[in-house]
C-alpha cells in the first residue's frame, strides 16, 4: 500500500468527479428532488372522499345524518334519491363509497336499534375502502349518540372506555417516515448508481486501462475511486438530513453521530456494490440497468420504506435480511421518531458492519490490476 499512488489516484478521482456536471447533479440535485417527492407527492395519510348518500326517504334525520357527514373533512358528500344515480360514478372510479339509508331508517335509529344503512365500497383500492368503511362506521355511532343525547334521552354508557395515545408519531403523519426512510434510496442511488457509471465509463474509454499501466495495487485502485464519492454521499446525506428537519419538520430525537456512522457504513456498502458491477460490467448501460436491479429496486421494496415487510411471504422477509438498506431504514426511522433506542441500533450497525466488510472483500477479490 503506497500513500502516494492512493493519493495521487484520489486527487484524479475528485478532480474528474468535479469537473463531471453529471456527477455533481446527481450528488447535490437528485437528493433535494427526491427527498420533496417523497415528502410532498408521496402520501399515505387520508385524504377527502368522494361518497354517495342515497336517501330513499327524507326525514329530519336523514338530513341530520347527512350533515354530520358534511362536517367532517374526510367526506366530499353528493344525494340522490336512488341508488342507481351513483352505481355508474363507482363503476367510473369518481365515487369511493355509497351509504343506502332506506325508508325506515328514521324510525329505527330511534327506536335504539341497529340502524339498517347499507355501505358500498370500491374494492379497487383496498386499504381506502377499509378507511372509508372504518370512517362510516364511526360517523354512524356518533350521530346516534348525538341523536340520542338531543331527544333528552339519557347518554348510553359505553362497555369500554379507550383513551388512544399515540407515540413517537404523534401526528400519524406519513411524511414523519417515509422522509426518513428516502435517504437510504438517495444514498442507494448515489453510491450504487453513480459508482457504476463513473468507472464504467472510464472502462468504454480506455482511461482505465492507462490507470492499470501504472504500478497500483489493487487496494490503492479500491480506496482511490471510493473515497471521493464516499465524501460526495456523506454531503448528500447531511444535506437529506437538513432539509427533512428544516423544511419538513420532520421530528429528530437521536444521535445525530450514531445517524452518520450508520449512513458511512452504508454508504461503503453502496460503493462497494456499485464498483463491483462496473468491474464486471465494464459497460454503462448495462452497469446501470445492473445497479438498478440489484441496488435501487431491492433497497425500494425490502427496505420496510414503503412496503411493510411483515405483510410479505416468509421467503420474503428473510430474503430482506440480505438487502443493507433494510437495516438503515430502521436506523434513520427510530433516530428520527424514537431516539437512541440501542436495541434496535447496536443490531443495525452490526449488520451493516458485516455488509460492508463481506462486499469490499469481494469487491477486492474482483478488483484486477491486469487487463487479461
Given at each position: 500500500?503506497s500513500?502516494?499512488?492512493?493519493?495521487?489516484?484520489?486527487?484524479?478521482?475528485?478532480?474528474?468527479?468535479?469537473?463531471?456536471?453529471?456527477?455533481?447533479?446527481?450528488?447535490?440535485?437528485?437528493?433535494?428532488?427526491?427527498?420533496?417527492?417523497?415528502?410532498?407527492?408521496?402520501?399515505?395519510?387520508p385524504?377527502?372522499?368522494?361518497?354517495?348518500?342515497?336517501?330513499?326517504?327524507?326525514?329530519?334525520?336523514?338530513?341530520?345524518?347527512?350533515?354530520?357527514?358534511?362536517?367532517?373533512?374526510?367526506?366530499?358528500?353528493?344525494?340522490?334519491?336512488?341508488?342507481?344515480?351513483?352505481?355508474?360514478?363507482?363503476?367510473?372510479?369518481?365515487?369511493?363509497a355509497?351509504?343506502?339509508?332506506?325508508q325506515?331508517?328514521?324510525?329505527?335509529?330511534?327506536?335504539?336499534?341497529?340502524?339498517?344503512?347499507?355501505?358500498?365500497?370500491?374494492?379497487?383500492d383496498?386499504?381506502?375502502?377499509?378507511?372509508?368503511?372504518?370512517?362510516?362506521e364511526?360517523?354512524?355511532?356518533?350521530?346516534?349518540?348525538?341523536?340520542?343525547?338531543?331527544?333528552?334521552?339519557?347518554?348510553l354508557?359505553?362497555?369500554?372506555?379507550?383513551?388512544?395515545?399515540?407515540?413517537?408519531?404523534?401526528?400519524?403523519?406519513?411524511?414523519?417516515?417515509?422522509?426518513?426512510?428516502?435517504?437510504?434510496?438517495?444514498?442507494?442511488?448515489?453510491?450504487?448508481?453513480?459508482?457504476?457509471?463513473?468507472?464504467?465509463?472510464?472502462?468504454?474509454?480506455?482511461?482505465m486501462?492507462?490507470?492499470?499501466?501504472?504500478?497500483?495495487?489493487?487496494?490503492?485502485?479500491?480506496?482511490?475511486?471510493?473515497?471521493?464519492?464516499?465524501?460526495?454521499?456523506?454531503?448528500?446525506?447531511?444535506?437529506?438530513?437538513f432539509?427533512?428537519?428544516?423544511?419538513?419538520?420532520?421530528?429528530?430525537?437521536?444521535?445525530?453521530?450514531?445517524?452518520?456512522?450508520?449512513?458511512?457504513?452504508?454508504?461503503?456498502?453502496?460503493?462497494?456494490?456499485?464498483?463491483?458491477?462496473?468491474?464486471?460490467?465494464?459497460?454503462?448501460?448495462?452497469?446501470?440497468?445492473?445497479?438498478?436491479?440489484?441496488?435501487?429496486?431491492?433497497?425500494?421494496?425490502?427496505?420496510?420504506?414503503?412496503?411493510?415487510?411483515?405483510?410479505?411471504?416468509?421467503?420474503?422477509?428473510?430474503?430482506?435480511?440480505?438487502?443493507?438498506?433494510?437495516?438503515?431504514?430502521?436506523?434513520?426511522?427510530?433516530?428520527?421518531?424514537?431516539?437512541?433506542?440501542?436495541?434496535?441500533?447496536?443490531?443495525d450497525?452490526?449488520?451493516?458492519?458485516?455488509?460492508?466488510?463481506?462486499?469490499?472483500?469481494?469487491?477486492?477479490?474482483f478488483?484486477?490490476?491486469?487487463?487479461?
Amino acid at each position: 500500500m503506497s500513500f502516494s499512488r492512493f493519493a495521487a489516484i484520489m486527487r484524479k478521482e475528485t478532480r474528474q468527479a468535479i469537473r463531471d456536471p453529471s456527477t455533481l447533479m446527481i450528488a447535490g440535485l437528485l437528493p433535494i428532488m427526491l427527498i420533496f417527492l417523497f415528502g410532498y407527492a408521496v402520501s399515505f395519510d387520508p385524504r377527502q372522499f368522494s361518497v354517495g348518500v342515497v336517501v330513499e326517504q327524507p326525514t329530519g334525520e336523514t338530513e341530520s345524518f347527512v350533515a354530520s357527514l358534511r362536517n367532517t373533512r374526510y367526506f366530499e358528500i353528493e344525494t340522490a334519491p336512488v341508488r342507481k344515480d351513483f352505481e355508474t360514478l363507482m363503476a367510473a372510479g369518481e365515487l369511493d363509497a355509497i351509504i343506502i339509508l332506506p325508508q325506515d331508517f328514521s324510525a329505527i335509529a330511534l327506536r335504539g336499534e341497529a340502524a339498517p344503512i347499507q355501505i358500498l365500497v370500491d374494492g379497487g383500492d383496498p386499504n381506502t375502502a377499509g378507511l372509508v368503511g372504518s370512517y362510516i362506521e364511526l360517523l354512524v355511532i356518533n350521530w346516534l349518540e348525538q341523536e340520542w343525547l338531543d331527544r333528552g334521552q339519557p347518554p348510553l354508557a359505553p362497555l369500554v372506555s379507550i383513551e388512544p395515545r399515540v407515540w413517537f408519531n404523534a401526528e400519524i403523519s406519513s411524511r414523519n417516515y417515509l422522509v426518513p426512510g428516502s435517504v437510504a434510496i438517495i444514498l442507494t442511488i448515489i453510491g450504487a448508481l453513480l459508482t457504476a457509471l463513473v468507472v464504467a465509463r472510464e472502462w468504454e474509454r480506455g482511461t482505465m486501462e492507462a490507470l492499470l499501466a501504472t504500478p497500483v495495487g489493487p487496494l490503492e485502485l479500491l480506496l482511490g475511486k471510493l473515497v471521493p464519492y464516499f465524501v460526495l454521499g456523506l454531503g448528500s446525506f447531511m444535506l437529506s438530513v437538513f432539509v427533512a428537519v428544516a423544511f419538513f419538520g420532520v421530528p429528530f430525537r437521536g444521535s445525530f453521530l450514531a445517524l452518520s456512522l450508520a449512513a458511512a457504513l452504508f454508504m461503503l456498502c453502496s460503493l462497494g456494490q456499485g464498483l463491483l458491477i462496473s468491474t464486471l460490467t465494464r459497460n454503462q448501460l448495462v452497469a446501470a440497468q445492473v445497479a438498478v436491479m440489484l441496488a435501487f429496486l431491492p433497497a425500494f421494496y425490502f427496505s420496510n420504506f414503503v412496503f411493510e415487510l411483515d405483510s410479505m411471504p416468509l421467503a420474503l422477509q428473510l430474503f430482506s435480511y440480505a438487502i443493507p438498506a433494510r437495516f438503515l431504514v430502521s436506523t434513520l426511522q427510530t433516530q428520527f421518531l424514537a431516539g437512541n433506542v440501542w436495541s434496535v441500533l447496536l443490531p443495525d450497525l452490526a449488520a451493516l458492519a458485516i455488509f460492508a466488510i463481506v462486499i469490499f472483500a469481494i469487491c477486492a477479490l474482483f478488483t484486477r490490476t491486469r487487463l487479461d
